[in-house]
């Protein structure tokens, strides 16, 4: 259980272009979603919350008109990287929970397997 | 500042031996911690969940201790296997659930 999957697993654009990434619970309501970049050999870097039908909130530093942010259903969240640039290259990670695992007694988050996003 | 210190060198260990890995924090009080394994090109995969109130965790050959303290949180595997090479990352929980990470230790396991 618990699974998350995101679309596509790799994406090579020209600068300029939009680029739009999808991450699915497969088998569990996310009432959040969470997406993260990573930079190599680095940490992964929240970079704003989503919660079902409300906007996301966007970390310091991270541009809400830049990186659009839709979670418009329980199991569908997705990434939209307008006018990417080279520097937007990164390894993109979304995350979901909702599920309250019950060994736990709280959310945790469960991942998806990573967008490689290479723009030209 | 609030820090979450891994040890970023890779910690290399001999097949069948113990890995031991460390996580340290500063300015944070987390309701809970957690450890994640990470694999090359890979998103985090959950292992163990270790609250506040709790000493210690096990899973299988996994085991996390929670030091609030001394502000440290231990990973251990025990029989470790070529396998369990990978990059360890521990994140903490503040209030509700985000998450930050540390860095990560990535972790070679010799045969």
């Known amino acids: 259980g618990a699974v998350v999957s995101q679309h596509p697993s790799r994406v090579i654009c020209k600068s300029g272009t939009s680029v739009k990434i999808e991450c699915r619970s497969l088998d569990f309501q996310a009432t959040t979603m969470f997406w993260y970049r990573q930079f190599p050999k680095q940490s992964l870097m929240l970079m704003a919350t989503s919660n079902e039908g409300s906007k996301a909130t966007y970390e310091q530093g991270v541009e809400k008109d830049k990186f659009l942010i839709n979670h418009a259903s329980l199991t569908l969240s997705t990434l939209t990287v307008t006018s990417a640039h080279p520097e937007d290259s990164s390894f993109y990670i979304c995350s979901a929970s909702g599920g309250g695992a019950k060994d736990m007694g709280t959310d945790t988050q469960y991942f998806g397997p990573g967008t490689r996003l290479t723009v030209l | 500042s609030q820090k979450i210190e891994q040890n970023s060198e890779a910690l290399n260990i001999q097949e069948g031996k113990t890995a031991t890995l460390t996580c340290n924090y500063t300015?944070?009080?987390?309701?809970?911690l957690q450890w994640y394994r990470q694999d090359p090109g890979r998103g985090p995969v959950f292992l163990l969940l270790?609250?506040?109130?709790?000493k210690e965790k096990r899973k299988e050959r996994l085991k996390v201790t929670f030091d609030t303290t001394l502000k440290q949180s231990l990973f251990h595997i025990t029989a470790s296997q070529p396998a369990d090479s990978a990059t360890y990352l521990c994140a903490l929980n503040n209030a509700g659930n985000m998450l930050t990470f540390g860095g990560g230790t990535r972790l070679m396991v010799k045969p």
């Open positions: 270790i609250r506040e109130n709790e």
């Open positions: 300015n944070y009080s987390p309701a809970y």
